[in-house]
C-alpha cells in the first residue's frame, strides 16, 4: 500500500522554538519521491521541498531542514527558530503510480501555531 | 508564466444549481488534477487526466464530471450541487518525468459553498 501518516494533528509552540513535523511514508516502489508542501492561512498550496529515495542527503534551507531516514521511512521536517509567518498546515506527501498514473498520496496534514 | 488560474476564487450556488470550475495551466504539463479539500482536512483526488482527450476518476468522483480538450484547460462540473459539495477545489498540475521531479503546481483554490 501507497501511504502517508503524520500522527501530529495539530501542534503549538512558541516563537523562537524549534519544531519538528513528522512524516511515515509505506511503499512498496524501490524508486519514490517525498514532498512537503505548506499551506498558510490564505490558503494555498506552496511546494517546499522534493526528495527521491536515492538520495538520502538532508538538506537545509535557511531556518528550514529535512531529515530523510530509509530506515524508519520516515521524512521529517524540521524549523528552527521558528516565526509567527510559519503558522500554517503542513502536508507530507509521497509520488505513486496507481493505476498506471502518477498521484501524490497526502497525509492528512499537521496544523502548526506559532504563538508569539 | 501564470502557472495554474482557476477562476472562480468563491462561488455559492443553491442546492441542484450546476456550475463549471475553470482551471488552466501554461507549463505545459501533461497531467492535471482536481481535488477537494474539506474544512479542516487533507486533499482527495476528485479526477485526474494524463494528457488531452484522457481522463479518469480518482477517490471522490461522484457528482463531478471533466473533460480535457486540450493541454491547457481542465474545467470540473459539478451538476446538481448538494451541501455535501461545500468545499475548497484545487486543481493542480506536474510533469510525468523524473527530470522535472514530480512535485504537482497548484492553483490558488475555488472556495464552493451550496446552500
Known amino acids: 500500500a501507497q501511504k502517508v501518516t503524520q500522527a501530529q494533528t495539530e501542534i503549538s509552540v512558541v516563537e523562537k522554538e524549534d519544531v519538528t513535523l513528522d512524516c511515515v511514508y509505506e511503499t512498496r516502489d524501490t524508486t519514490y519521491y517525498l514532498f512537503w508542501y505548506k499551506q498558510p492561512p490564505s490558503g494555498e498550496l506552496v511546494f517546499l521541498i522534493r526528495r527521491n529515495s536515492f538520495d538520502e542527503q538532508n538538506e537545509i534551507s535557511g531556518r528550514y531542514s529535512w531529515n530523510f531516514q530509509k530506515s524508519t521511512s520516515s521524512f521529517n521536517f524540521t524549523i528552527t527558530a521558528s516565526q509567527v509567518v510559519d503558522s500554517a498546515v503542513y502536508f507530507c506527501a509521497l509520488r505513486a503510480v496507481i493505476q498506471g498514473a502518477q498521484k501524490l498520496v497526502f497525509g492528512q496534514g499537521t496544523r502548526l501555531t506559532i504563538n508569539p | 508564466n501564470a502557472g495554474v488560474t482557476q477562476t472562480p476564487k468563491f462561488r455559492i450556488l443553491k442546492i441542484g444549481q450546476s456550475m463549471t470550475l475553470q482551471c488552466a495551466q501554461d507549463?505545459?504539463?501533461?497531467?492535471m488534477y482536481w481535488y477537494r479539500q474539506d474544512p479542516g482536512m487533507g486533499l482527495k483526488l476528485i479526477y485526474y487526466s494524463v494528457g488531452a482527450g484522457i481522463t479518469d476518476k480518482g477517490e471522490v468522483p461522484n457528482g463531478y464530471n471533466v473533460s480535457r480538450s486540450t493541454t491547457e484547460y481542465f474545467p470540473l462540473r459539478l451538476e446538481l450541487a448538494a451541501p455535501s459539495q461545500t468545499s475548497v477545489y484545487f486543481c493542480a498540475s506536474s510533469y510525468d518525468g523524473q527530470i522535472h521531479g514530480y512535485e504537482q503546481f497548484f492553483g490558488p483554490g475555488t472556495r464552493l459553498t451550496v446552500l
Open positions: 507549463m505545459n504539463h501533461n497531467y
